[in-house]
């Protein structure tokens, strides 16, 4: 195991030109369409992701393959990877390789990590690859790996005083942050296969063994994380047993959204569902809601290392993050600094997706700008905050987004776009207002007895919030169009919109928000004539 101090300086933003060349030695991508491919062998499971990259904002994953070589189990007692394990990596990288040409993706980076890197043959094993393939594959160091894991947690959250565990199949990696910053690294042998090789040899596992594995999980943290005396705020979890876990939690309450991004899972559940799965069979656990196949025979292993080190730094929850090593290595590509703050997150990334699905830029900026003076005009009005604001910003530039599936109820359509294409910097409650106000922006209004659905997410008096969000963006649609910009202010129950002499916005678009605000606000919307 190693600790060390650490400092993980941000990218030459110059490092986007053409012909230029990272410390990981490839060529960033140009701003443009082009796909990037990125290869992930790890020591349980190897994964290609390819991604689309707006001039702005975060990429985003247009395909995704998942394999099991399961490379720690086949590491021999001499520290060796075995001929079948290395032939079952070698299938998997020849199969990425033919999906990357296939598409056409030029740009693309491999690494290996874990076991790989621990094998006393990797040199051998490296070999193989350079003669059955040409991806670029290297292995790379622990401090390397948490390096990639921060840059692709800090591409989606954003960071201060926190904790990133980065939990695979054959090793821990901890990465301390204060200020944003990396200071402390810990690389531990307390992967998730790994453990379970060790110290789980039946199936269901006997009480004995859980309780070995979480003392020999206790002292290996005892001894790794000695700078973990001061707690972190947050625990920010990366790799598939946290989303497992996220996805577990997500199934017992009907969760009303699909992305565990960002979702905070408590330790008292982990619990529970440590005790709930330990009685069940590897093959009884595939069946369990919210949990994939591939992970039932590894996630109690898998459990037992987050619950301890919950307990180690005094946590009684974690955030799980659904970016990680990969989107790194993607940014890495790109030669992007991170964003500085939550609004950049959101922001940014809802750019990324208007440019990826075409969406005028003009239109949704008009869209926002009246949205976002509408909103900040009403404030003492409407009560609302900084979470609802971000979360109509968003909603402003993506209202159209629905109209790349079909134009009739678009509004619809762009509701469950805004809702599943990964957008960072908002809350789980944030993404939904965004939403739904995105659905309502053409003047149909959330029903009520929809609410009850989305409990799990919004607060019990989240439906006036939501209807005047919509009844914002609704008027703000509809005036969006006229020229020059209108001027409003608002006296009593009256807000008054006045008009340059120029193109007047449509009249029936602009009734149909009229009715919405009133019924939102309780107050007439009358329009007038700047003189």
């Given at each position: 195991m190693t600790a060390r101090q650490v400092h993980f300086p941000e990218p030459d933003p110059g490092t986007g030109a053409p012909g230029t060349r990272t410390e990981m030695g490839v060529t960033p991508l140009a701003h443009g369409a082009e796909e990037i491919g990125v290869v992930d062998l790890g020591s349980n499971s190897a994964r290609l992701a390819i991604y689309a990259a707006a001039p702005m904002g975060p990429p985003w994953i247009v395909y995704e393959s998942k394999e099991l070589p399961r490379l720690a189990a086949g590491l021999d007692e001499r520290g060796r990877l075995t001929p079948l394990a290395q032939r079952n990596a070698l299938e998997t990288l020849e199969r990425f390789q033919k999906?990357?040409?296939?598409?056409?993706?030029?740009?693309?980076?491999?690494?290996?990590?874990?076991?790989?890197?621990?094998?006393?043959?990797?040199?051998?094993?490296?070999?193989?690859?350079?003669?059955?393939?040409?991806?670029?594959?290297?292995?790379?160091?622990?401090?390397?790996?948490?390096?990639?894991?921060?840059r692709g947690v800090r591409s989606s959250l954003t960071l201060e005083d926190d904790l990133i565990a980065d939990l695979g199949g054959g090793t821990l990696q901890l990465l301390r942050v204060r200020s944003g910053n990396p200071v402390h690294m810990a690389s531990l042998p307390l992967g998730a296969l790994r453990m379970h090789r060790e110290f789980l040899p039946h199936d269901p596992p006997k009480r004995r063994e859980l309780q070995a594995l979480r003392d020999y999980v206790d002292a290996t943290l005892e001894d790794g994380v000695g700078w973990a005396d001061l707690p972190p705020a947050r625990l920010v979890g990366v790799g598939g047993t946290f989303r497992a876990a996220g996805h577990l939690l997500q199934a017992s309450r009907h969760y009303p959204l699909v992305r565990v991004h960002g979702l905070e899972v408590g330790r008292r559940f982990l619990l529970s569902e440590m005790a709930r799965l330990s009685e069940l069979s590897a093959e009884e656990r595939r069946t369990v809601p919210g949990l994939s196949a591939d992970r039932s025979d590894i996630i109690l292993a898998g459990l037992v290392v987050i619950s301890r080190l919950l307990r180690r730094v005094a946590l009684k929850r974690f955030t799980v993050s659904a970016c990680g090593i990969r989107e790194g290595l993607a940014q890495e590509l790109l030669g992007r600094p991170a964003p500085l703050s939550r609004r950049d997150l959101a922001v940014g990334s809802a750019q990324s997706m208007a440019w990826g699905f075409h969406l005028s830029f003009g239109h949704g900026g008009r869209v926002r700008e009246m949205a976002l003076g509408l909103f900040d005009l009403l404030r003492s009005r409407h009560g609302l905050g900084d979470e609802e604001r971000l979360a109509l910003e968003v909603a402003a530039l993506l209202h159209d987004s629905g109209t790349v599936i079909s134009y009739p109820e678009h509004p619809k359509h762009s509701r469950y776009l805004v809702e599943n294409h990964p957008l960072y910097g908002l809350t789980h409650r944030a993404l939904l207002l965004a939403s739904l106000a995105v659905a309502q922006h053409e003047g149909d209004e959330t029903r009520e007895d929809e609410i009850p659905r989305l409990r799990p997410v919004l607060l019990s008096d989240d439906l006036p919030a939501i209807r005047r969000l919509g009844a914002m963006l609704a008027i703000a649609e509809s005036l969006a169009e006229g020229r020059p910009r209108p001027q409003m202010a608002w006296r009593g129950s009256l807000l008054l919109v006045r008009l340059a002499r120029g193109i007047p916005p449509s009249p029936r678009s602009f009734q149909r928000a009229k009715r919405f605000f009133k019924r939102a606000f309780d107050m007439e919307v009358r329009l007038g004539t700047l003189r």
């Open positions: 999906i990357l040409d296939d598409r056409g993706v030029r740009r693309r980076v491999a690494v290996a990590t874990g076991v790989v890197r621990q094998a006393v043959n990797r040199s051998a094993f490296l070999t193989r690859v350079r003669q059955s393939t040409t991806l670029p594959l290297r292995v790379i160091s622990g401090e390397e790996e948490a390096r990639y894991a921060y």
